[in-house]
């Protein structure tokens, strides 16, 4: 099985600042790697397929890079309602998530 | 408008069974890859069983034999058939929607249900 290793597993920015995380797959993947938002209570959120790619109605400040085994999620200003944990996904064969990183407003 | 609502979950002793639903209204069950992701309290996410629009299906080893997923056609419905259950499969469970194609990405997702395994 292919294993995602997702870091940090949770940061502290202030509103505005610049947040990244990345992902790290076992082996090459391409670009079959797509990233959620998950808010307590709640089920994951699409935000990014195919490793760059907007999901529709996902505002511009998120965005997401890499191909083959390294991976990057940014969110270019953060914003009081982005906190949540993201996660992480590949789909090159069963898939699996990242562990996660639980974002928090300083 | 696509959705999906899971039913069936709740407190069940280690060793028993349940089978979890997942209603889907605005698209096709069988015309898409279909999956349940669990998420054990505080934790992380976890596939645990798929299916294929071919009807192929696949399960994580964590349930491999325990767990089968299936579908009812003519209902709409997606189905997770959870045997020999352990204090670990204790989660709230989601089901997603994949793509005609293939696996790719999951979206929407349904709320979820719970199922607690404790004696």
């Known amino acids: 099985d292919i294993q995602m290793t997702q870091s940090p597993s949770s940061l502290s920015a202030s509103v505005g600042d610049r947040v990244t995380i990345t992902c790290q797959a076992s082996q090459d993947i391409s670009n079959y790697l797509n990233w959620y938002q998950q808010k307590p209570g709640k089920a994951p959120k699409l935000l990014i397929y195919d490793a760059s790619n907007l999901e529709t109605g996902v505002p511009s400040r998120f965005s997401g890079s890499g191909s083959g085994t390294d991976f990057t999620f940014t969110v270019s200003s953060l914003q009081p309602e982005d906190i949540g944990t993201y996660y992480c996904?590949?789909?090159?064969?069963?898939?699996?998530f990242g562990g996660g990183t639980k974002v928090e407003i300083k | 408008e696509v959705q999906l609502v899971e039913s069936g979950g709740g407190l069940v002793q280690p060793g028993g069974a349940l089978r979890l639903s997942c209603s889907a209204s605005g698209f096709t069950v069988s015309a898409h890859y279909m999956t349940w992701v669990r998420q054990p309290p505080g934790k992380g996410l976890e596939c645990v069983s798929v299916?294929?629009?071919?009807?192929?299906?696949y399960h994580a080893d964590s349930v491999k034999g325990r767990f089968t997923v299936s579908r009812d056609t003519s209902k709409n419905i997606l189905y997770l058939q959870m045997e020999s259950l352990r204090a670990e499969d204790t989660a709230v469970y989601y089901c997603a929607r994949g793509q005609t194609w293939g696996v790719g990405w999951f979206d929407p997702w349904g709320q979820g249900t719970l199922v607690i395994v404790s004696s």
């Open positions: 996904q590949h789909y090159d064969d069963f898939p699996t």
């Open positions: 299916i294929y629009s071919d009807g192929s299906t």
